[in-house]
């Protein structure tokens, strides 16, 4: 059996470990489809710019959500605990 390069290989491959891994949530939530896809854009100029923007936003804004998200939280649990310490003295 020879592979191919094709998308659809990593499709069969996600849906295999979903119906092993034997929860029906997930293999429902792999079979619906997607709200918009960009192969639909079909003016290269704007399909660019929307891939442009998807990949800016995933790879940067993302990632920078998660951290500040990250550091408010450990800057609310220094705050408690450095009041807490307070109390007691």
Known sequence: ?????????LDF??????W?????DIVAIRNRQ???QLDKIVDPRK??????????FNVLAMPIF?????????????NRAKK???EKI
């Open 13 to 18: 491959l996600a849906a295999a470990a979903d």
């Open 47 to 56: 399909r660019a710019q929307a891939m442009l923007f998807a990949r800016s």
């Open 66 to 78: 998660v951290i500040a998200g990250g550091l408010f939280a450990a800057w609310k649990r220094r």
């Open 84 to 86: 807490i310490y307070e």
């Open 34 to 36: 997607g709200l918009g």
């Open 1 to 9: 059996y020879e592979y191919t390069s094709s998308i659809r290989d």
């Open 20 to 24: 092993l891994s034997n929860d029906d």
